[in-house]
Nanobody, 121 residues
């Protein structure tokens, strides 16, 4: 089994910063993709950012403000959020696509429990 645990959410004023962390544990051979999604009340869950071994992708709404990174040795990921806006308020979820075995390249997808980010005006 693989577990993803987010931390770092909280309440911050507009223009402030937060850093979210995602710790992955369990039967992990490699993490092929790590990403962050968010879901605001009454809205669909949307992709915020993803990172692979060679590239990153960001939603247009967060480009230039958010930075995704990862530490492959520790199986952790980070989302640095700067210049936060009230529209960033949402529950943020860590997502990972992992290879669990050295003997199989099959991929599995996992979700964290989510962490609340609230940005006040």
């Amino acid at each position: 089994q693989v577990q993803l645990v987010e931390s770092g959410g909280g309440l911050v004023q507009a223009g402030g910063s937060l850093r979210l962390s995602c710790a992955a544990s369990g039967s992990i051979f490699s993490i092929n993709v790590m990403g962050w999604y968010r879901q605001a009340p009454g809205k669909q869950r949307e992709l915020v950012a993803t990172i692979t071994s060679g590239s990153t992708n960001y939603a247009d709404s967060v480009k230039g403000r958010f930075t995704i990174s990862r530490d492959n040795t520790k199986n952790t990921g980070t989302l640095q959020m700067n210049s936060l806006k009230p529209e960033d308020t949402a529950v943020y979820y860590c997502h990972a696509v992992v290879r669990r075995s050295a003997y199989s390249s099959r991929e599995y997808a996992y979700w964290g429990q989510g962490t609340q980010v609230t940005v006040s005006a």
